[in-house]
Structures are given as C-alpha cells and as structure tokens.
C-alpha cells in the first residue's frame, strides 16, 4: 500500500500511482530509494515504451539478409563478401529544445554508441531534422544553427562522415524541434557481439568517460513529459559531450572485439548504468552486481542512485572473463580509457546495487525490463482533421515561372549547402557521392560494390492522411536507393508522435504504424530496429506525426552508383512509374496557405516495384546518365534540381501536373537511349523549358535555390 | 621506399594517409607514444582532430613521444608532411612557420577547392608544373594561415577559392631548408577517381620520386 | 596556490570572435560597445607559481598569435 509520505515522490519521478502499486506488489516491499530511481528510469516511457511495444509488434522483422533484428543496440544486415552493415535511427528530440547544440552532438554520440556496441565501426551518420518555420522565428534559426553546429562538431571530431540527410521547416514544430540521428557501421560477421552478459563470476568493467551528475533524471523527466513553463531549470540535466573521449572508446572496443576479448557489450544511454546492467542481465537470464564505489567519478560525494542513473556520456560496459581481464586493461589503457572492474555477473536473477559492499538496492532484473505495465492505446480517428499550427503563406503567384522560383526558394526545398558545408562527408575514404549528388549516400565496400543509405519522412504529409503518408516514406525511400541503383536491405525507422494518450494522436500512431507495415511488406523490406519518441507535444498542440525511415540498401558496382543531375548534351528524358500528383499535403499547397488535409494519391504496389525496379536495373547497366525521384515539389522542381545539379538545361513536353506531389512512385531519369520509355524531351541548352508552361534559366533556378538558409544560418 | 604516418589519439584521416601512401609506396602507422620512425623514409602527420583539438588544435600532439623523432628525423633532412592537423602540429612545433587560426566564418567548411602549385621545386610538388591547377577538398575549423615573418609559399588558393581568411591566399607552406612542408586541405581525399578528384596523387608522387631520385638536394 | 592564466589574441591578428560578440551585443540592446577580444581563461592550482610564465610560453598559449598574462593572486 502506498502511504501520503511515498506517493509524492514517485509522482514526481513519473511513476503513476498504478505503477507504484505494481512495483510495491512485485518486490512484495517498499522500493529503496536507489531501487525507486532506477523504477522510475526503467519505466518511463522513453525506456520502456510501454505506450507502443504492442503496437511495433506489428512490423515486419524477418528477412534472409536479416543478422540482427530489433532487441539489439543496433539492427544488422548482411551485404555480402562476409561483412555486415548495422545500423539504427534514434531521437534526441527533448534534450535539443533545451540546448541544441549539446542536445544534437549526444544525439549523434549516442547512435555512433549503439552501432560500436555490436562491434560495427562507424562508417556514416545521416540526420533528419524539424524545426519552426525559420522566416518567423528567431527561435527556430537558433535552434536550427545551434544543431547543425552540434551535429558538426561531434561527426567531424570523431571522424565519421556525415553523408546525407534531410531538415523540413513547418510551425508545426515551433515548440518541438526534431533531431533524429542515424549511423551505419561496418563489421565483419565474427566481430558481430550481443549485449547478452553470460557467465557467473564473469567480471563486469566499465569504459569511457568519468561519471559525473549529466542528465540525471533526463530520461523520466525529460522525454516522458510534455514541455511547458520552466524547463530553464532543466538545463543542469543537459549531457554534454566530448568526441575525443568517444572516438578513444570506439576504438578500444573495436580492438577488444577484435581480439575476442569481451563476451558482452553494451552502451551506457538514457538511464545510465541502470538500463545497461538491467538489459545485460536480462538478455543473458543473469544478474549483475554493481559496486558504485568502483565507479570512477567526475563530482564528488555522488550519491548511489545518482550514479547508478547518471547519463555521462561515453561510457561503455561490458562482461570480460576473468582470465582475460589482464589483457582487456592493457588495451584500454593504450587507448586512455579509464578501465575499472565494477562488478560481477551472478547466478542470481536480480540487479544489486552495493556501495562498498553494501547492499543498497536488489531487485529481480525482470521487475525492471519485463514488469513496466504496457498500455494499449486508445485510438480514436478525429471528427475533423487535426490542425494545431495557423495557416502560413497566401501567395498567390500568376504563372507556374514564378510559382517554381517560389517553391525552390522556399525553405523546405532551397540548397541545404549551408549546412552540409559545416559537416565533413567524406573521411574514410568511402564516400561515393557527396551531397547534393545523387538521391542517396553511397559509400564503397572493399570488394568494388557499395551500400546506399537514405532517411525519409514527411510530417506535413503525415498529418494529411497516416497510413498513406508513413506508407510514402517507406516507398520514397526506396525510391532514393532505387535512383542510385541500389536494393533495399532493411530500414530502421524513429516515430515521433505527440501524446498518445490522447485518442487522436494514438490514432495517428497506429495508422502510420500500419501504413509502415504495410509497405515493408509491399517491398520486402525488414524492419530491424528503430526508436520511439512521444510527447512531442507543447500547449499549443501536438507535431504532425513523422515517422522518419531510414533504409539502407546494396549496389554491385560502386562505379556505377547513380547522379541525379543531367549529365550530357542530348541525353533523352523520360518519367519513370505510375505518377499520379496531387495537390494534397503539397509544398505548393503549403505555399498556398492550405492546411495539411489528405488524401495522398492511392499507389498501386506492383506499379511501384516496376518502376524501382526498372530505375535501378538501368542505372545498373549504365543505360541512365541520372536518376532523381520525383518529391516534394513535384515534376517540375525535380526537373529543376536536375538541371541545376548537372548545370545544363532541358527542353521537355508534357502535360503532367507540375506541382502536385505523389512521393515514392515516379522518377526523372535521362539518357542516351531511352528504350521503352516514354521520351519526354532532351538534355541541353541553358534553360530549363516545359513547352508551353514554363521556361527559366538554369542560372536563375539555381539562384533561387542558393540563398534560402543562408540568411537563417546567419 | 616506405612512408611512416603518425596517429595521435584523436587523428581521423591517418587511415585515409595510409590508403592514399600506399597506392605509391609501402605504408605504416607511427604509434604517438613510441619514439620509433620504423626506418621510414618519409613521414606523414595526418588530418583529424588529435587530443580533440584541445587548448589550441596541435598544440598538445607536438609534446607526443614520437615528434622528437619526427623533428630529428626532419633536422636530418627527411621529408616530413603535414596535412589540416598535421600542418598546425607541426607549426605548433616550430617545425614550420606561422600559425593556423580559426576561420574567418568561424565556422567548419567543407569544400573542394583549386590550388595553384606555386613552387614546383620541393620533395612534395616536384611532380608538378609551376602555376598548375590541383582540386582538392578542404575540411577544417582553424585553417586561417598567419605568419608575421617572411614565408616560402609551395601552394595558395586560386582566386575565389581561398576558404578561410588565410593570408596571401596560402594553403602550404614550407620551411627553409624545403623538407618540411605543411597544407590544410587534403591531398590524401584525392587519390581515387571514385571518391573524387586524383590531383592529391601528385604530392605522394613526388615524395616517392624525392625519395627515389633524391631530385631536391 | 590558485592560479589564473588569461590568453588572448595578439593585437593586429583578425579576431572574428571577437568582432561576432562585438556585433551581436547591439542586437540585443547593449550599446556603447567596442574593441571586443575573445581568449581563454586557464586556471590551475600550482606549487610553484615561479613555473607560470615558462608554462605560458611553451603549452598554454601560443606566443606567436597569442599574448598572456598572470592575474594577480588576491585579485
């Protein structure tokens, strides 16, 4: 039973009174105050997920390149000569309202974490980013600046490169940026490691940084609740990070791995020591023993509960056997990485907390992963369409010229060279093509073939109609692989939703959740990990729901890996898939002043996987000079980004919509010889012309599209 | 003949050196804690963020172990290359004039730009025409060149494509005695028609001819 | 004994910090503002504050682009 003095307290960690009755009922006791801190980690929403486990059940996981599944610190596939590619998206939502630059820069410490973790070095980061609209508000051209400098800051110091990645502006996101990072990593199949800890008497050691007071209480206070007045106070939580001290952890990991040094490894994330000891334990049917004593401390007199929910970052832990921890600290000392045995792997079933020996919390490891109660959401579709964010924009321009020098002005569809400028995309040496020129990342293999990587999600869209807009991220993304002649291998995927306790939202969370589903199942994509992020939502509303999918995917030949820029003088052009533009949830509709309201255009599945198909086998035999899927938009901005990318212009006939949007369906392609296309005109001259609608200069079109963020980025 | 490329903790683009060395030689790493050059005949201080570029970029990698070795074996007249990092190490180290300070955007630029070959006639452009254009990709915070003094310029910026504010346009420079050379942006990012341009080949080119030929006495 | 060691950019070099504070001062109300310079600030517990100057000119500043100075203990 739970007494007047107790309740508060769990109240105030976010524990609801129906979760401290269970957690009284299955320890059979009073929790501790350690045991209550680490409860109300585990718990929370942002651990546990426990308003949208049932509901991820719903996507598909298997596949035959599939390594690991979702479980795992990161998802992993199989891309042949014996290496695998793991990779994984995650949010950093929360923490980047209150501090950008840091909220951004951990965000990404911690993907490169999950990825290294199962042994897989680094080799990409990509980042899908919201903000406000940055014309109107400072806050959000601060916000914007601050992240991409954090962003920046942590890749380029760790020297992994960031190779792609997308930023949308809508006031929709005002109160509640988004900055999801994703990482991809390469290892061979035998480097791959679980977080599985095994072995009684096997010795637990701690890497990394020194545990000080960052994000204390992030995880429960942070992501689990709205934001509202106050959150200044909330800045002492704030992580901060340091790429040097990570970079050193990476490479001592991947070296421990490659000795076969470690049988487990797990990252130190939101909830710290707590939910890695607890998932290692678990996994491994085991418990733990923690001595927080050994913990190597940054501030002093730290309390245990503290530590043992302390989120400094660059921290690693993994299980050694005894035999062989001689020699796991003789590489980590070489690497700097501050070595220490904090515990023991038991027999038991439960996690116990000592300081200096003395017993300060034990609890069975099930009450902390397997007892959070998961609720079902209550969906209910909302009697009119759901439109928090006031209406913006009501030009009306005369003729489609200017309506495309607009559109390419805008901010969601301007040059983002603002921003890739600051980001190093090509160290390593695997970067096939760099920003801006193609419609994926591409980064070579040893063997002459490459992998391509995307991340996709349209909010705005979403908003518009659920399942059909998450079910176009799915298809835009394998569109952009398909441009660049790759097959899609697997997708991670981040939800960002608001509340989901309230009817509507969760209604938009199980209809986008199914709309993924079903496009995996439509493509034979495997879904193998991803990230949750919910209440994203301030007094004025929730955010459109983005799903953001990130897909990774293989080509044969590295040489041959697409543009989409137009390539060559008399190159013929064609449109490529069943393109059916509508205006619905449209950038020009957006422009207009019209509110997110749907439907998306229907897609016939087959028609898309031809069309897929038939871009990538022709950039494949090198049939297509360039490939660009048609996005937002619509045909007459992709003809545009064509031209300009290839700096050459084009003269084509058609009647099709320009500036409807049908994302994930159709492509621009050209080339020499357009076989069973239908050729809508040729590559050439100075000027993009659409006979009869519109014609404007290459120069003028890339003007237009050049200054946008630069004036937002100051 | 064999290069020796240094690797501190922090340095990001020694593997990249070492891929690009080795299309033109044999290629090593130099642990940073070993005074131990393994007898090569050419070294390398690559790009990347060592010690996090903590205090000042380069200022704490000049005190490794292995940069004594690195500064004898340069007193002794054996090529040594600094690129990005390695540039400002080895201007921290007195190696090399002048100073490398952040950028006038104070922000980190990516860019591929073109260089002009000012000075053909040194151990690492002497597979170069004076006055040819090489396009090769800069990357960096803090490349600003500053040197009060008298320099001998090997490689400026061509017009519009200086990046950073640097004085005179300069992207490298050498030391008196010509062995010693310095430049923010990455010749080792242009080796491979894959990836990008193939200019950067020219500089590893004429340290192996150097070495070969012993051209610049 | 506490030491605090202040760097600062040698006059004549350009100082784009220094000119970004200098410009972003007006925006948010500040005036009469001029001849802004960002440096660092290093402090330190030392035995031996004799060690000072010789650590300011070989680590922790850089004597060609940078000048420093001591404050005073007490101050």
Redesign the interface.
């Given at each position: 039973m739970s007494s007047i003095a107790s309740s508060p307290k769990h109240r105030q960690l976010g524990l609801t009174d129906f979760e401290y009755d269970r957690i009284l009922e299955r320890l059979g006791r009073e929790p501790l105050e350690v045991e209550l801190a680490m409860l109300s980690l585990m718990w929370s929403e942002h651990c546990a997920y426990k308003h949208s486990r049932r509901l991820l059940r719903r996507l598909p996981t298997q596949g035959k390149h599939v390594l690991m599944g979702p479980g795992e610190n990161a998802g992993a596939v199989d891309v042949g000569g014996g290496l695998a590619v793991a990779f994984k998206v995650e949010s950093h939502n929360h923490p980047s309202a209150v501090e950008p630059f840091q909220g951004a820069a951990t965000g990404v410490g911690g993907i490169l974490r999950d990825v290294f973790a199962v042994g897989a070095r680094p080799i990409a980061v990509l980042d899908s980013l919201r903000f406000g609209d940055p014309d109107t508000s400072e806050r959000s051209r601060y916000l914007l600046e601050r992240a991409v400098a954090g962003i920046g800051h942590y890749g380029n110091s760790i020297g992994v490169p960031t190779v792609g990645g997308e930023i949308y502006f809508e006031p929709s996101y005002e109160q509640n940026c988004l900055i999801n990072a994703m990482c991809l990593g390469l290892a061979p199949h035998e480097r791959l490691i679980r977080s599985a800890a095994a072995g009684p008497g096997n010795v637990v050691v701690l890497l990394g940084a020194l545990t000080g007071r960052d994000g204390i209480g992030g995880a429960s206070v942070l992501a689990s609740a709205e934001l509202g007045e106050g959150d200044e106070a909330k800045r002492p939580s704030v992580q901060i990070g340091d790429p040097f001290s990570e970079k050193k952890l990476m490479e001592c990991c991947l070296e421990l791995l490659d000795r076969e040094l470690l049988v487990s490894l797990q990252d130190l994330g939101a909830a710290g020591l707590t939910s890695s000891a607890s998932e290692m334990a678990s996994k491994g049917a085991v418990g733990l023993d923690i001595d927080v004593a050994h913990v190597p401390l940054r501030e002093p007199g730290m309390e245990p509960f503290e530590i043992m929910i302390s989120e400094s970052q660059e921290r690693m832990l993994c299980v050694v056997e005894p035999a062989r921890v001689d020699e796991v600290l003789a590489v980590c000392e070489r690497w700097e990485t501050n070595p220490t045995v904090v515990g023991e792997v038991t027999a038991s079933d439960r996690l116990r907390v000592l300081q200096d020996g003395d017993v300060v919390a034990d609890v069975p490891v099930s009450v902390l992963v397997d007892d959070c109660p998961l609720y079902d959401l209550e969906p209910r579709a909302p009697a009119a369409p759901l439109d928090a964010v006031p209406h913006i924009g009501d030009e009306r321009p005369k003729n489609p010229d200017e309506t495309l020098l607009n559109l390419l002005r805008s901010a969601n569809m301007c040059s983002r060279r603002p921003v890739w400028e600051q980001y190093d995309p090509i160290v390593g040496s695997r970067t096939v093509r760099r920003p801006d020129e193609a419609d994926a990342a591409i980064l070579a293999l040893p063997d002459g073939s490459a992998i391509a990587v995307s991340i996709d999600g349209n909010g705005r869209r979403v908003a518009c109609d659920p399942r059909a807009g998450a079910a176009e991220a799915v298809f835009e993304c394998a569109a952009n692989l398909a441009a660049v002649g790759a097959s899609p291998l697997g997708l991670t995927n981040c939800l960002n939703f608001g509340n989901p306790e309230k009817p509507a939202v969760a209604w938009q969370l199980v209809e986008a959740v199914e709309g993924i589903a079903q496009a995996c199942e439509a493509l034979e994509v495997p879904v193998v990990g991803g990230n949750v992020s919910l209440y994203n939502e301030s007094p004025d509303g929730a955010i459109f729901p983005t799903p953001v999918i990130g897909m990774v995917g293989k080509l044969p030949d590295a040489a041959r890996a697409g543009r989409l820029g137009f390539a060559q003088e008399g190159d013929e052009i064609a449109i490529v898939g069943s393109f059916a533009p509508a205006r619905a949830g449209s950038e020009l509709a957006k422009l207009e002043g019209e509110p997110p309201v749907g439907p998306l255009p229907f897609k016939e599945v087959q028609a898309v996987r031809d069309a897929h198909g038939a871009v990538r086998d022709g950039i494949r035999a090198g049939a297509l000079h360039s490939a660009h899927d048609i996005a937002e938009g619509g045909l007459a901005v992709a003809l545009a980004e064509c031209c300009i990318a290839g700096g050459i212009g084009a003269k084509v006939a058609t009647d099709v919509d320009l500036f409807g949007e049908d994302l994930g369906s159709a492509f621009v392609v050209s080339g020499p010889r357009l076989e069973g296309l239908e050729v809508i005109g040729r590559v050439g001259g100075g000027q993009l012309e659409i006979e009869g609608r519109l014609a404007l200069a290459v120069s003028a079109l890339r003007e237009a599209r050049a200054g946008g963020l630069a004036a937002s980025l100051g | 003949m064999k290069f020796g490329i240094v690797q501190f903790p922090g340095s990001c683009d020694d593997v990249d050196a070492l891929g690009a060395a080795s299309r033109v030689g044999e290629a090593t790493l130099l642990w940073h804690a070993e005074r131990d050059l393994k007898g090569v005949d050419a070294v390398i201080v690559p790009g990347g963020f060592s010690y996090g570029d903590y205090?000042?970029a380069g200022?704490?990698a000049r005190?490794a172990p292995v940069m004594e070795e690195v500064a004898e074996f340069a007193r002794a007249g054996g090529p040594v290359l600094g690129i990005c990092n390695g540039f400002q190490v080895l201007c921290?180290a007195g190696l090399l004039p002048?100073?490398l300070?952040?950028?006038?955007?104070?922000r980190f630029v990516f860019r591929q730009v073109e260089l002009e070959v000012v000075d053909p006639d040194t151990p690492f452009t002497c597979a170069c025409a004076r006055g040819e254009r090489l396009s090769i990709p800069v990357k960096h915070t803090t490349g600003?060149y500053?040197a009060?003094g008298p320099v001998q310029v090997v490689l400026r910026y061509a017009r519009g494509h200086n990046p950073n504010?640097s004085q005179d346009d300069i992207a490298g420079v050498r030391n008196e005695a010509g062995n010693v050379f310095g430049l923010m942006p990455h010749p080792e990012h242009a080796v491979d028609r894959l990836t990008g341009s193939t200019d950067g080949l020219k500089i590893f080119e004429s340290i192996r001819e150097h070495v070969e030929h012993r051209v610049f006495a | 004994m506490r030491a605090r060691v202040l760097v600062r950019p040698k006059e004549g070099?350009?100082d784009?910090?220094g000119q970004?504070v200098e410009r972003a001062l007006p925006a948010l109300g500040f005036s009469g503002v001029s001849n802004v310079h960002v440096g660092r600030l290093i402090e330190l517990e030392v035995e031996d504050p004799e060690q000072l100057p010789a650590m300011c000119e070989r680590?922790?500043s850089?004597p060609?682009?940078e000048d420093w100075e001591i404050e005073e203990p007490g101050r």
């Open positions: - | 205090l000042r200022a704490i005190f921290e002048g100073a300070l952040p950028n006038t955007s104070l600003r500053y009060p504010g | 070099i350009l784009p910090q970004a680590l922790l850089n060609l682009i």
